[in-house]
């Protein structure tokens, strides 16, 4: 007698079944809608069944754009020393309005003193900032911390603070 075959070779495009993947994916970490509705999407649930789930897991709370870039983002700056370029940037991949990010970059830069980020990065990153007196070894530090999303004026603000340009 043969086994049957575990998967179906019917889609399955039921509310309880696109509810059941969207639990799936938001079980690791939360998302945005936009990344919600990406997942769904390439699971193959139809528009209809997606805005459906959608809105039941913004109505139960699941699902919450603001709440996920203020964790996300706080979580970058604490963790990683993101600036707010970089910040900006992934904020906008992950499909948040424009208006929402420019307020909560400008809510942390207040929050978070963007050149402390940097000395805090630097120092992490380099253990003795003396070394920094070698003009390639300060421009491998200035582009790492280009990378983390730092304008390069405040950069080089820091980099005088510490003793390393005049």
Do not use: C
């Amino acid at each position: 007698m043969e086994k049957p075959n575990s998967k179906s070779t019917v889609f399955d495009d039921s509310f309880e079944s696109a509810k059941k993947a969207a639990y799936h994916i938001l079980s690791y970490r939360d998302h945005s809608t936009h990344e919600v509705t990406k997942k769904l999407s390439a699971k193959g649930f139809s528009e209809e069944r997606i805005t459906q789930t959608l809105l039941f897991l913004k109505e139960i709370q699941l699902l919450d754009d603001q709440k996920f870039a203020r964790a996300w983002s706080r979580f970058r700056v604490e963790h990683h020393h993101y600036g707010p370029i970089r910040l900006r940037e992934e904020l906008l991949k992950k499909g948040l309005p424009t208006e929402e990010v420019g307020d909560l970059v400008e809510h942390l830069a207040q929050e978070y003193d963007p050149l402390h980020q940097i000395e805090t990065a630097l120092t992490r990153r380099y253990k003795n900032p003396a070394d920094l007196q070698e003009q390639q070894l300060r421009r491998r530090a200035f582009d790492y911390l280009r990378r983390k999303g730092h304008a390069p004026q405040a950069i080089l603000s820091v980099f005088r603070k510490m003793g390393v340009m005049t």
